[in-house]
Protein backbone atom coordinates (compact mmCIF):
# COMPACT_ATOMS: atom_id res chain seq x y z
CA UNK A 1 0.00 0.00 0.00
CA UNK A 2 1.62 3.29 -1.11
CA UNK A 3 1.49 5.78 1.63
CA UNK A 4 2.11 9.48 1.46
CA UNK A 5 2.98 11.70 4.56
CA UNK A 6 0.54 14.30 5.64
CA UNK A 7 3.18 17.09 6.48
CA UNK A 8 6.91 16.46 5.53
CA UNK A 9 9.15 18.75 7.51
CA UNK A 10 11.65 20.29 4.87
CA UNK A 11 14.90 21.44 6.74
CA UNK A 12 15.77 20.56 10.16
CA UNK A 13 13.45 17.71 10.74
CA UNK A 14 15.24 15.51 7.63
CA UNK A 15 18.84 16.02 9.80
CA UNK A 16 20.88 12.82 10.42
CA UNK A 17 20.33 11.69 13.60
CA UNK A 18 24.28 11.74 13.98
CA UNK A 19 23.84 15.76 14.07
CA UNK A 20 23.66 18.34 16.69
CA UNK A 21 20.60 19.58 18.05
CA UNK A 22 17.88 20.57 16.31
CA UNK A 23 17.60 24.43 15.50
CA UNK A 24 14.26 26.16 16.82
CA UNK A 25 11.46 26.58 14.73
CA UNK A 26 10.67 30.12 13.80
CA UNK A 27 12.15 33.17 16.04
CA UNK A 28 13.67 32.63 19.09
CA UNK A 29 11.17 33.14 22.02
CA UNK A 30 12.24 35.85 24.42
CA UNK A 31 11.25 35.57 28.36
CA UNK A 32 7.64 36.98 28.76
CA UNK A 33 6.90 39.75 31.32
CA UNK A 34 4.02 38.90 32.77
CA UNK A 35 1.90 39.23 35.81
CA UNK A 36 2.48 37.56 39.39
CA UNK A 37 2.09 34.09 39.25
CA UNK A 38 0.43 32.00 41.87
CA UNK A 39 2.21 32.31 44.91
CA UNK A 40 4.70 29.41 45.61
CA UNK A 41 4.52 26.98 49.25
CA UNK A 42 6.07 29.19 52.30
CA UNK A 43 4.77 32.51 51.15
CA UNK A 44 2.95 34.56 53.22
CA UNK A 45 -1.13 33.90 52.06
CA UNK A 46 -2.68 36.73 49.70
CA UNK A 47 -5.12 37.82 50.34
CA UNK A 48 -8.22 36.70 47.61
CA UNK A 49 -8.21 39.71 44.71
CA UNK A 50 -11.70 39.98 43.46
CA UNK A 51 -11.22 40.45 39.78
CA UNK A 52 -13.81 42.92 38.30
CA UNK A 53 -15.24 41.60 34.47
CA UNK A 54 -16.83 44.10 32.57
CA UNK A 55 -18.38 45.68 35.80
CA UNK A 56 -21.14 42.41 36.27
CA UNK A 57 -18.73 39.38 37.05
CA UNK A 58 -16.27 38.82 40.41
CA UNK A 59 -13.85 36.23 40.57
CA UNK A 60 -11.49 35.55 43.33
CA UNK A 61 -9.15 33.08 41.79
CA UNK A 62 -6.31 32.64 44.95
CA UNK A 63 -6.28 30.25 46.99
CA UNK A 64 -3.64 29.10 49.70
CA UNK A 65 -0.26 28.47 49.00
CA UNK A 66 0.40 24.65 49.15
CA UNK A 67 3.04 23.37 52.43
CA UNK A 68 6.18 22.96 51.41
CA UNK A 69 7.71 22.21 47.97
CA UNK A 70 9.45 26.04 47.84
CA UNK A 71 11.72 27.30 45.19
CA UNK A 72 9.61 25.25 42.27
CA UNK A 73 11.48 26.49 39.01
CA UNK A 74 9.13 24.34 36.21
CA UNK A 75 5.49 25.97 35.84
CA UNK A 76 4.29 22.81 33.85
CA UNK A 77 5.56 19.05 33.96
CA UNK A 78 4.26 16.50 31.81
CA UNK A 79 4.06 12.49 33.06
CA UNK A 80 4.74 9.91 29.98
CA UNK A 81 3.07 9.69 27.49
CA UNK A 82 6.36 10.78 25.17
CA UNK A 83 6.24 9.56 21.72
CA UNK A 84 7.66 10.04 18.28
CA UNK A 85 4.85 10.45 15.86
CA UNK A 86 4.75 9.02 12.30
CA UNK A 87 2.27 11.06 10.23
CA UNK A 88 0.63 9.37 7.45
CA UNK A 89 -1.91 10.05 5.03
CA UNK A 90 -3.52 6.91 3.80
CA UNK A 91 -6.21 5.54 1.70
CA UNK A 92 -8.23 3.74 4.63
CA UNK A 93 -7.60 3.71 8.58
CA UNK A 94 -6.87 0.49 9.89
CA UNK A 95 -9.31 -1.76 10.58
CA UNK A 96 -10.96 -2.57 14.13
CA UNK A 97 -10.08 -5.89 15.02
CA UNK A 98 -7.05 -5.98 16.76
CA UNK A 99 -5.40 -8.76 14.91
CA UNK A 100 -5.63 -6.95 11.99
CA UNK A 101 -4.90 -3.42 13.03
CA UNK A 102 -1.62 -5.04 14.61
CA UNK A 103 -0.38 -6.84 11.31
CA UNK A 104 -1.68 -3.30 9.44
CA UNK A 105 0.94 -1.85 12.27
CA UNK A 106 3.66 -3.99 11.59
CA UNK A 107 3.67 -3.96 7.98
CA UNK A 108 4.39 0.03 8.39
CA UNK A 109 6.82 -0.58 10.84
CA UNK A 110 8.76 -2.91 7.95
CA UNK A 111 9.41 0.32 6.34
CA UNK A 112 9.70 3.19 8.33
CA UNK A 113 9.55 6.31 6.52
CA UNK A 114 12.30 8.65 6.39
CA UNK A 115 13.04 11.35 9.35
CA UNK A 116 12.07 14.18 7.67
CA UNK A 117 8.29 12.49 8.28
CA UNK A 118 8.48 12.02 11.88
CA UNK A 119 7.27 14.10 14.93
CA UNK A 120 7.00 14.42 18.47
CA UNK A 121 3.67 13.77 19.71
CA UNK A 122 1.72 12.74 23.00
CA UNK A 123 2.98 15.30 25.79
CA UNK A 124 5.21 17.59 23.52
CA UNK A 125 2.35 18.82 22.08
CA UNK A 126 1.29 20.27 25.39
CA UNK A 127 5.05 21.09 26.04
CA UNK A 128 5.29 23.04 22.97
CA UNK A 129 1.98 24.98 22.95
CA UNK A 130 3.00 26.05 26.90
CA UNK A 131 6.55 27.19 26.33
CA UNK A 132 5.15 29.42 23.27
CA UNK A 133 3.17 30.90 25.86
CA UNK A 134 5.74 31.71 28.21
CA UNK A 135 5.57 28.86 30.60
CA UNK A 136 8.46 26.77 31.84
CA UNK A 137 8.40 23.00 31.07
CA UNK A 138 9.51 19.39 31.78
CA UNK A 139 8.90 16.96 30.69
CA UNK A 140 8.96 13.19 32.68
CA UNK A 141 8.90 10.00 31.21
CA UNK A 142 11.35 7.48 29.36
CA UNK A 143 12.99 7.84 26.24
CA UNK A 144 15.21 5.27 24.49
CA UNK A 145 18.87 5.43 23.49
CA UNK A 146 18.41 4.56 20.12
CA UNK A 147 18.05 6.75 16.74
CA UNK A 148 13.74 7.89 17.29
CA UNK A 149 15.39 8.66 21.58
CA UNK A 150 17.77 11.17 19.84
CA UNK A 151 15.33 12.74 17.29
CA UNK A 152 13.42 13.08 20.05
CA UNK A 153 15.58 14.44 22.95
CA UNK A 154 16.88 17.30 20.09
CA UNK A 155 13.59 18.34 19.29
CA UNK A 156 12.29 19.12 22.58
CA UNK A 157 16.09 20.63 23.48
CA UNK A 158 15.21 23.09 20.61
CA UNK A 159 12.16 24.16 21.90
CA UNK A 160 13.90 25.08 25.37
CA UNK A 161 12.14 22.00 27.92
CA UNK A 162 13.81 19.77 29.77
CA UNK A 163 13.65 16.25 29.90
CA UNK A 164 13.69 13.87 33.06
CA UNK A 165 14.10 10.02 32.35
CA UNK A 166 12.83 7.17 33.77
CA UNK A 167 15.69 4.52 33.85
CA UNK A 168 16.50 4.35 37.96
CA UNK A 169 15.44 0.61 39.23
CA UNK A 170 15.28 -0.65 35.82
CA UNK A 171 15.20 -4.44 34.95
CA UNK A 172 18.59 -5.20 33.34
CA UNK A 173 16.61 -8.96 32.02
CA UNK A 174 14.44 -6.74 29.91
CA UNK A 175 13.72 -6.83 26.72
CA UNK A 176 15.68 -4.68 24.14
CA UNK A 177 12.31 -3.68 22.98
CA UNK A 178 10.81 -2.76 26.67
CA UNK A 179 13.40 0.16 26.26
CA UNK A 180 12.80 1.64 23.32
CA UNK A 181 11.78 4.45 22.65
CA UNK A 182 7.51 4.43 21.55
CA UNK A 183 6.32 5.20 18.36
CA UNK A 184 2.66 6.49 17.32
CA UNK A 185 1.62 5.67 13.66
CA UNK A 186 -0.89 8.86 13.52
CA UNK A 187 -2.83 7.61 10.60
CA UNK A 188 -4.88 10.39 8.30
CA UNK A 189 -7.67 9.44 5.47
CA UNK A 190 -8.75 11.84 2.70
CA UNK A 191 -11.87 13.11 4.77
CA UNK A 192 -9.20 13.91 7.91
CA UNK A 193 -10.60 10.57 9.92
CA UNK A 194 -7.83 10.04 12.44
CA UNK A 195 -6.51 6.41 13.49
CA UNK A 196 -3.68 5.27 16.20
CA UNK A 197 -1.81 3.07 15.99
CA UNK A 198 1.45 2.08 18.56
CA UNK A 199 2.74 -1.23 20.21
CA UNK A 200 1.17 -0.29 23.56
CA UNK A 201 -2.18 -0.88 22.32
CA UNK A 202 -1.46 -4.67 21.63
CA UNK A 203 0.17 -5.03 24.90
CA UNK A 204 -1.77 -6.08 28.09
CA UNK A 205 0.84 -5.20 30.48
CA UNK A 206 2.28 -1.32 30.11
CA UNK A 207 5.03 -0.47 27.72
CA UNK A 208 7.34 0.10 30.54
CA UNK A 209 6.27 -2.11 33.55
CA UNK A 210 9.86 -2.53 34.42
CA UNK A 211 9.35 0.83 36.04
CA UNK A 212 8.57 -0.64 39.33
CA UNK A 213 8.47 2.73 41.38
CA UNK A 214 8.89 6.15 41.30
CA UNK A 215 12.40 7.26 40.70
CA UNK A 216 14.23 9.59 42.63
CA UNK A 217 14.94 12.09 40.06
CA UNK A 218 10.92 12.29 39.02
CA UNK A 219 10.42 12.82 42.70
CA UNK A 220 12.82 15.67 42.63
CA UNK A 221 10.76 17.05 39.17
CA UNK A 222 7.70 16.57 40.38
CA UNK A 223 9.00 18.94 43.40
CA UNK A 224 10.22 21.35 41.63
CA UNK A 225 7.29 21.86 39.47
CA UNK A 226 3.98 23.90 40.01
CA UNK A 227 1.59 21.56 38.00
CA UNK A 228 2.08 17.84 37.01
CA UNK A 229 0.08 16.84 34.39
CA UNK A 230 -1.20 13.15 33.81
CA UNK A 231 -3.87 11.71 30.91
CA UNK A 232 -4.81 8.70 30.26
CA UNK A 233 -2.46 7.85 28.32
CA UNK A 234 -0.33 7.36 30.98
CA UNK A 235 -1.70 3.99 31.83
CA UNK A 236 -0.18 2.61 28.47
CA UNK A 237 2.95 3.03 29.61
CA UNK A 238 3.46 2.63 33.38
CA UNK A 239 1.58 0.72 36.08
CA UNK A 240 -1.23 2.42 38.04
CA UNK A 241 0.56 2.03 41.20
CA UNK A 242 3.32 4.41 39.60
CA UNK A 243 1.00 7.11 38.69
CA UNK A 244 -1.13 7.10 42.06
CA UNK A 245 2.39 7.86 43.42
CA UNK A 246 3.31 10.52 41.17
CA UNK A 247 -0.27 12.23 42.36
CA UNK A 248 0.44 11.57 46.01
CA UNK A 249 4.01 12.74 45.16
CA UNK A 250 2.64 15.92 44.08
CA UNK A 251 0.21 16.48 46.63
CA UNK A 252 2.94 16.12 49.37
CA UNK A 253 4.77 18.61 47.84
CA UNK A 254 2.08 21.26 47.07
CA UNK A 255 2.78 20.90 43.21
CA UNK A 256 -1.02 21.02 41.50
CA UNK A 257 -2.17 18.06 39.73
CA UNK A 258 -3.81 18.50 36.10
CA UNK A 259 -5.64 15.08 35.02
CA UNK A 260 -7.27 14.49 31.23
CA UNK A 261 -8.74 11.13 31.12
CA UNK A 262 -9.00 11.10 27.46
CA UNK A 263 -10.16 8.51 25.62
CA UNK A 264 -8.81 6.07 28.38
CA UNK A 265 -11.12 6.98 30.95
CA UNK A 266 -14.28 4.68 30.18
CA UNK A 267 -11.69 1.70 29.43
CA UNK A 268 -10.18 2.56 32.46
CA UNK A 269 -13.68 2.76 34.41
CA UNK A 270 -14.30 -0.75 33.37
CA UNK A 271 -10.26 -1.82 33.59
CA UNK A 272 -8.65 -4.04 36.05
CA UNK A 273 -8.98 -3.44 39.91
CA UNK A 274 -5.90 -1.03 39.72
CA UNK A 275 -6.80 0.80 36.77
CA UNK A 276 -10.20 1.41 38.56
CA UNK A 277 -8.86 2.97 41.99
CA UNK A 278 -6.14 4.57 40.24
CA UNK A 279 -8.56 6.77 38.00
CA UNK A 280 -10.74 7.39 41.05
CA UNK A 281 -7.82 8.60 42.89
CA UNK A 282 -6.75 10.96 39.97
CA UNK A 283 -9.98 11.81 39.64
CA UNK A 284 -10.46 12.80 43.44
CA UNK A 285 -7.40 14.40 44.26
CA UNK A 286 -6.83 16.45 41.16
CA UNK A 287 -6.59 20.32 41.16
CA UNK A 288 -7.96 21.07 37.59
CA UNK A 289 -9.77 18.19 35.52
CA UNK A 290 -9.86 18.43 32.00
CA UNK A 291 -12.88 16.12 29.55
CA UNK A 292 -14.78 16.25 26.12
CA UNK A 293 -18.49 16.77 26.84
CA UNK A 294 -18.75 12.67 25.85
CA UNK A 295 -15.84 12.05 28.14
CA UNK A 296 -17.52 13.32 31.42
CA UNK A 297 -20.81 11.83 30.07
CA UNK A 298 -19.06 8.41 29.83
CA UNK A 299 -17.71 8.55 33.79
CA UNK A 300 -20.91 10.24 35.04
CA UNK A 301 -24.10 9.03 33.05
CA UNK A 302 -24.97 12.65 32.75
CA UNK A 303 -25.48 14.06 28.70
CA UNK A 304 -25.64 17.79 30.26
CA UNK A 305 -21.77 18.90 30.37
CA UNK A 306 -22.51 21.26 33.25
CA UNK A 307 -24.38 18.85 35.51
CA UNK A 308 -21.35 16.32 34.59
CA UNK A 309 -19.10 18.28 35.86
CA UNK A 310 -21.08 20.00 38.78
CA UNK A 311 -21.27 16.35 39.79
CA UNK A 312 -17.34 15.50 39.16
CA UNK A 313 -16.90 18.43 41.43
CA UNK A 314 -18.93 16.79 43.87
CA UNK A 315 -16.93 13.53 43.90
CA UNK A 316 -13.76 15.51 43.91
CA UNK A 317 -11.70 16.32 47.27
CA UNK A 318 -9.22 18.70 46.01
CA UNK A 319 -10.57 19.45 42.40
CA UNK A 320 -10.73 23.09 41.92
CA UNK A 321 -11.68 23.69 38.25
CA UNK A 322 -13.63 21.00 36.17
CA UNK A 323 -13.01 22.31 31.83
CA UNK A 324 -15.51 20.70 29.89
CA UNK A 325 -14.01 20.31 26.43
CA UNK A 326 -16.88 20.88 23.47
CA UNK A 327 -15.02 21.29 19.97
CA UNK A 328 -16.76 23.52 17.53
CA UNK A 329 -18.94 24.46 20.30
CA UNK A 330 -16.30 25.64 22.70
CA UNK A 331 -15.56 25.35 26.22
CA UNK A 332 -16.93 25.30 29.53
CA UNK A 333 -15.35 25.88 33.02
CA UNK A 334 -17.45 24.88 36.19
CA UNK A 335 -15.92 25.65 39.79
CA UNK A 336 -17.50 25.59 43.12
CA UNK A 337 -19.58 28.85 42.44
CA UNK A 338 -19.72 29.77 38.93
CA UNK A 339 -20.41 28.26 35.63
CA UNK A 340 -18.27 30.20 32.49
CA UNK A 341 -18.73 29.27 28.85
CA UNK A 342 -16.95 30.84 25.78
CA UNK A 343 -17.73 29.61 22.64
CA UNK A 344 -15.60 29.35 20.01
CA UNK A 345 -13.75 31.11 17.57
CA UNK A 346 -14.34 31.06 13.68
CA UNK A 347 -12.13 29.56 11.72
CA UNK A 348 -10.99 27.50 8.64
CA UNK A 349 -10.37 24.38 10.11
CA UNK A 350 -6.92 22.11 8.72
CA UNK A 351 -6.21 19.52 11.36
CA UNK A 352 -7.55 19.11 14.99
CA UNK A 353 -4.65 16.77 16.19
CA UNK A 354 -3.00 18.72 18.90
CA UNK A 355 -5.94 21.06 20.22
CA UNK A 356 -6.64 19.42 22.84
CA UNK A 357 -3.23 19.40 24.24
CA UNK A 358 -2.79 23.14 22.86
CA UNK A 359 -6.06 23.71 24.54
CA UNK A 360 -4.72 22.90 28.07
CA UNK A 361 -1.72 24.56 27.77
CA UNK A 362 -3.95 27.90 27.80
CA UNK A 363 -6.16 26.91 30.72
CA UNK A 364 -2.64 25.99 32.82
CA UNK A 365 -1.43 29.27 32.32
CA UNK A 366 -4.79 30.66 33.00
CA UNK A 367 -4.18 28.59 36.55
CA UNK A 368 -1.08 30.14 37.52
CA UNK A 369 -1.43 33.68 36.44
CA UNK A 370 -4.89 33.26 38.60
CA UNK A 371 -6.49 34.92 35.10
CA UNK A 372 -10.72 35.27 35.84
CA UNK A 373 -12.46 32.07 34.13
CA UNK A 374 -14.06 33.63 31.07
CA UNK A 375 -10.39 34.91 30.27
CA UNK A 376 -8.79 31.36 30.50
CA UNK A 377 -11.55 29.66 28.35
CA UNK A 378 -11.12 32.46 25.88
CA UNK A 379 -7.20 31.91 25.75
CA UNK A 380 -7.58 28.26 25.43
CA UNK A 381 -10.02 28.11 22.50
CA UNK A 382 -7.77 30.65 21.40
CA UNK A 383 -4.71 28.36 21.43
CA UNK A 384 -6.48 25.57 20.48
CA UNK A 385 -8.00 27.31 17.24
CA UNK A 386 -4.31 28.25 16.33
CA UNK A 387 -3.35 24.73 16.29
CA UNK A 388 -6.64 23.70 14.13
CA UNK A 389 -5.30 26.18 11.47
CA UNK A 390 -2.45 24.07 11.03
CA UNK A 391 -1.97 21.02 9.67
CA UNK A 392 -0.20 18.41 12.56
CA UNK A 393 1.11 17.96 15.93
CA UNK A 394 4.44 18.42 17.31
CA UNK A 395 6.00 21.77 16.72
CA UNK A 396 3.54 22.79 14.32
CA UNK A 397 0.96 23.23 17.13
CA UNK A 398 -0.41 27.11 18.11
CA UNK A 399 2.44 29.68 17.83
CA UNK A 400 1.75 33.24 20.03
CA UNK A 401 1.41 35.16 16.44
CA UNK A 402 -1.57 33.34 15.07
CA UNK A 403 -3.25 33.11 18.88
CA UNK A 404 -2.87 37.02 19.01
CA UNK A 405 -4.05 37.34 15.47
CA UNK A 406 -7.26 35.23 16.46
CA UNK A 407 -7.54 37.31 19.90
CA UNK A 408 -7.30 40.58 18.14
CA UNK A 409 -9.91 39.43 15.36
CA UNK A 410 -12.39 38.25 18.10
CA UNK A 411 -14.57 36.49 15.91
CA UNK A 412 -16.66 33.97 17.76
CA UNK A 413 -19.48 31.92 17.25
CA UNK A 414 -22.30 32.88 19.17
CA UNK A 415 -25.63 30.59 19.79
CA UNK A 416 -27.06 31.65 22.75
CA UNK A 417 -29.71 29.61 22.72
CA UNK A 418 -27.27 26.80 22.90
CA UNK A 419 -25.65 28.01 26.23
CA UNK A 420 -29.38 28.82 27.60
CA UNK A 421 -30.23 25.02 26.98
CA UNK A 422 -27.25 23.43 28.61
CA UNK A 423 -27.72 26.47 31.79
CA UNK A 424 -31.13 25.33 31.53
CA UNK A 425 -30.97 21.32 32.15
CA UNK A 426 -28.47 21.57 34.64
CA UNK A 427 -28.34 22.65 38.89
CA UNK A 428 -28.46 25.95 39.44
CA UNK A 429 -25.31 27.95 40.08
CA UNK A 430 -24.88 31.21 41.83
CA UNK A 431 -23.72 33.00 39.03
CA UNK A 432 -23.38 32.38 35.13
CA UNK A 433 -21.34 33.93 32.71
CA UNK A 434 -20.99 33.91 29.17
CA UNK A 435 -18.26 35.19 26.68
CA UNK A 436 -19.89 37.39 24.27
CA UNK A 437 -19.48 40.17 21.40
CA UNK A 438 -21.29 42.59 23.32
CA UNK A 439 -22.38 43.34 26.97
CA UNK A 440 -25.96 42.41 27.07
CA UNK A 441 -28.41 44.61 30.16
CA UNK A 442 -31.52 43.74 31.48
CA UNK A 443 -32.84 42.09 34.66
CA UNK A 444 -34.57 39.23 32.35
CA UNK A 445 -31.41 38.06 30.65
CA UNK A 446 -30.57 34.10 32.91
CA UNK A 447 -27.01 34.94 31.99
CA UNK A 448 -23.91 37.70 32.53
CA UNK A 449 -22.44 38.40 28.99
CA UNK A 450 -18.59 38.81 29.31
CA UNK A 451 -17.84 40.97 25.72
CA UNK A 452 -14.86 39.29 24.35
CA UNK A 453 -13.64 42.89 23.33
CA UNK A 454 -13.52 43.43 27.29
CA UNK A 455 -11.34 39.93 28.05
CA UNK A 456 -8.78 40.69 24.77
CA UNK A 457 -8.03 43.90 26.00
CA UNK A 458 -7.00 42.18 29.23
CA UNK A 459 -5.36 39.26 27.40
CA UNK A 460 -3.07 40.88 24.67
CA UNK A 461 -0.49 43.23 26.80
CA UNK A 462 0.66 40.02 28.95
CA UNK A 463 1.14 38.87 24.62
CA UNK A 464 2.46 41.77 22.74
CA UNK A 465 5.44 42.91 23.89
CA UNK A 466 7.32 39.12 23.40
CA UNK A 467 5.69 39.20 19.75
CA UNK A 468 7.09 42.37 18.87
CA UNK A 469 10.47 41.20 20.18
CA UNK A 470 10.02 38.08 18.38
CA UNK A 471 9.38 39.69 14.85
CA UNK A 472 12.45 42.02 15.76
CA UNK A 473 14.48 39.17 16.22
CA UNK A 474 13.45 37.12 13.01
Known amino acids: MALQTLNPHPGPASVSPTTGPLPRRGPPQPHLHLPPRRRLAGCARPRAVAVAVSGAVNEARRRPPPEGGEGKE ?43 FWEAGGNCNLAFAAARLGLRCSTLGHVGE ?35 TLLCWVLVDPFQKHGFCSRADFSEEPAFSWIRKLPA ?26 IASSIDCAIDAGTSVFFDPGPRGQSLLHGTLDEQRALEHALKLSDVLLLTSDEAESLTEMRNPIQAGQELLKRGIRTKWVVIKMGSKGSVMITKNTVSCAPSFKINVVDTV ?36 GCGAGRNVAHLDKV ?39 FSEPLVHIPICTVVSDLLPMFEAVSERSTVQA
Not at 220 to 242: M, Q, R, W
Not at 423 to 438: A, F, M, Q
Request: proline share 5%; net charge negative; glycine share 6%.
Open 74 to 116: TDLATLGNLCVDVVLSVPQLPPEPRDERKAYMERLAASPPDQK
Open 146 to 180: EIYGKFLLDVLEAEGISVVGMLENTDATACRQAYE
Open 217 to 242: DIRTAIHCSKILFCNGYAFDEFSPDV
Open 354 to 389: GCGDSFTAAIAFGFLHNLPAVHTLTLANAVGAATAT
Open 404 to 442: LELLREANINEEDTAWSELIDGSSLSPEVSVLSRTAING
